[in-house]
Every structure is written in C-alpha cells, then in structure tokens.
C-alpha cells in the first residue's frame, strides 16, 4: 500500500510538472505573439517589410508610427553567426563524443566529458570578454579586419565554443545509448572498428546527435551578452565574415531598456523576440521530423 500511494505520489507531481512546462511554454507563446504582433496591427507595417527591408529606423514615441522596421540585417546576422558556429562546432563535438564512447570510453567518461561539462556553467559574459580581449586582437592583427577585428567570424568563434559542450554531450549520450548488440554483430560480419562506427553507430545514434545540434543552435539562437561584445551590433549588413554586423538578440539586448513602452521601436523589438521564438520552434519541428524519418527508413516505429 505505502509503495503503490509512492508510485501514485511520484507519477502525480511528474504529470504536474510536465502539464506545467507545456502550459508556460504556451503563455510564454500567447505573450510573445500579443506583443510581437503590435508592429502589424497597431502600427500597420507589413511583414514583408519587416522581414525583407534593411531600413531600420522606428519611432520612439508611445502611440506614434511612421519609422521603418526593417530588420533584414539582424535576421541575416543571426542566420550567418548561428550557422557559421555550428560549421566550426559540429565536426568537432561528433569527433569529440565519439572518442568519448567508442576510441577511449573509460578516460572519456571520467576525464574527457567531466572536463567538457564544466564548459557548460562558465558565464556567457566570460566567453565574450575572453573573446573581446584575445579573439579580437588576433583577428585585427592577422587579418586586418575593416572593423578592428568585431565580426562574424569573432561571433561564430565564441559561439561554437559555447554550444560545442551541448552538442558534444547529447552526441556522447546518445552514441552511448546504441545497443553493445549492433556493434557485437557488426564486428561479427567482419567490420573494422570505423567501419563499424560510420555504418552502425553514428546512423542509430542520429536521432539524438541531432537532437543536440539542435539544442545547441537554439543556444546560440538565443545568446547575447558573449555576442554583442565581439559581433560589434553595427547596424549593416556584414560584407563577409570579417565584418562587424548585428543580430536579433544584440539588438534587442542594446535597445529594450531605452525604448518608450507601447511605441513603434519597442514594439519592432518585441516582433524580434517573437521571430527568435518562431526559429527555435522551427527548430525543434524540423528535428523531430528527421527523428521520425530515420526511424522510419531504419523499421523502428513507436
């Protein structure tokens, strides 16, 4: 009796508790679309401005409309410093969670992955003053960057850096959750230790590795202290990937406190924030949707 009032007690507050995460990740939506969408109702601008337009200049009285919220700069920074630091972060996370698991799995475990798990607590202002005091001198120097060494590349750097213990992490976990069966029967066909590594594991583990880029983008999706201190938040469209650009989260962490509530440019930013939202759960939908499809091209259904 005093197990079964446990177990009823113990699958209560874990129901309680996941029916409350869904219902504040909703509020959390409903509040964001209420407030994103002022730019379009209140002060009538279109998406295809917003979206699609460079000119960036909205008025900063309450209840006064008749600037223009362009924010085609800042969706581009955050779609070239999000991706270029998951090109630098993802080769080396799957090269890292595989040698967690399957080149040196006892080091790995107790000295490899604790080191990289420690990445994960370091304060993002500290990824972005090492990056403004050492990363961006090196830049300047070496590559006589146009905008003393603030850029995309500066901003795709910290952020591998800070997304690579995520994504190595949920790679490790879920390589380590292939079962020991498929690699016993591969190694039982004749496979080298790669091949039984690039043909067995790394394709039943793709799930959950894509689970972790994906936690990692949203990451860097979101981050904006580490950011906005080596990305430079010029209000340009970047040149290449040595010019200083800003990105959504730069712009509304520069710019929320000294907007005028209710008016045009605070607004614009809520509709940032709103877009932001949008992307990651773009990006949880599209990871799902490669989940289910890997699953059903290899016959493993729910």
């Known amino acids: 009796m005093k197990n079964f009032k446990r177990e009823t007690g113990g699958r209560t507050l874990v129901t309680v508790c996941g029916l409350f995460l869904i219902v504040l990740t909703l509020v959390i939506g409903v509040f964001l679309i209420v407030r994103g969408s002022g730019t379009f109702i209140q002060f009538h601008h279109s998406l295809t401005e917003f979206l699609?337009?460079?000119?960036?200049?909205?008025?900063?009285?309450?209840?006064?409309?008749?600037?223009?919220?362009?924010?085609?700069?800042?969706?581009?920074?955050?779609?070239?410093?999000?991706?270029?630091?998951?090109?630098?972060?993802?080769?080396?996370?799957?090269?890292?969670?595989?040698?967690?698991?399957?080149?040196?799995?006892?080091?790995?475990?107790?000295?490899?992955?604790?080191?990289?798990?420690?990445?994960?607590?370091?304060?993002?202002?500290?990824?972005?003053?090492?990056?403004?005091?050492?990363?961006?001198?090196?830049?300047?120097?070496?590559?006589?960057?146009?905008?003393?060494?603030?850029?995309?590349?500066?901003?795709?750097?910290?952020?591998?850096?800070?997304?690579?213990?995520?994504?190595?992490?949920?790679?490790?976990?879920?390589?380590?959750?292939?079962?020991?069966?498929?690699?016993?029967?591969?190694?039982?066909?004749?496979?080298?230790?790669?091949?039984?590594?690039?043909?067995?594991?790394l394709p039943a583990a793709l799930p959950g590795m894509l689970t972790g880029v994906i936690l990692g983008l949203t990451r860097a999706f979101g981050e904006a202290l580490a950011v906005s201190m080596v990305l430079g938040n010029a209000g340009k469209a970047a040149t290449g990937i040595l010019s200083s650009t800003a990105s959504l989260t730069t712009k509304i962490a520069a710019q929320m406190g000294d907007t005028a509530a209710g008016g045009e440019y605070n607004m614009a930013l809520w509709t940032m924030g709103l877009v932001l939202f949008i992307m990651s759960i773009i990006s949880i939908l599209l990871i799902h949707l490669i989940s289910y499809r890997s699953k059903k091209k290899s016959g493993v259904t729910d």
Request: aromatic fraction near 12%; include cysteine; glycine fraction near 10%.
């Open 52 to 201: 699609f337009s460079t000119d960036f200049n909205p008025t900063d009285t309450e209840g006064v409309s008749g600037g223009t919220v362009g924010s085609a700069i800042f969706l581009l920074g955050t779609l070239e410093t999000c991706g270029l630091a998951l090109l630098i972060a993802v080769p080396f996370s799957i090269a890292s969670a595989i040698f967690i698991t399957e080149i040196s799995p006892e080091s790995g475990e107790k000295i490899f992955q604790p080191a990289i798990e420690i990445f994960v607590g370091i304060p993002s202002v500290v990824y972005g003053w090492l990056g403004m005091t050492t990363l961006i001198p090196f830049i300047r120097t070496a590559f006589n960057a146009p905008d003393s060494g603030y850029s995309v590349l500066a901003a795709g750097i910290v952020l591998s850096i800070m997304i690579f213990p995520t994504i190595t992490t949920v790679s490790a976990d879920a390589i380590r959750s292939v079962p020991q069966s498929y690699r016993a029967a591969s190694y039982g066909l004749g496979s080298t230790r790669w091949q039984m590594i690039w043909h067995v594991v």
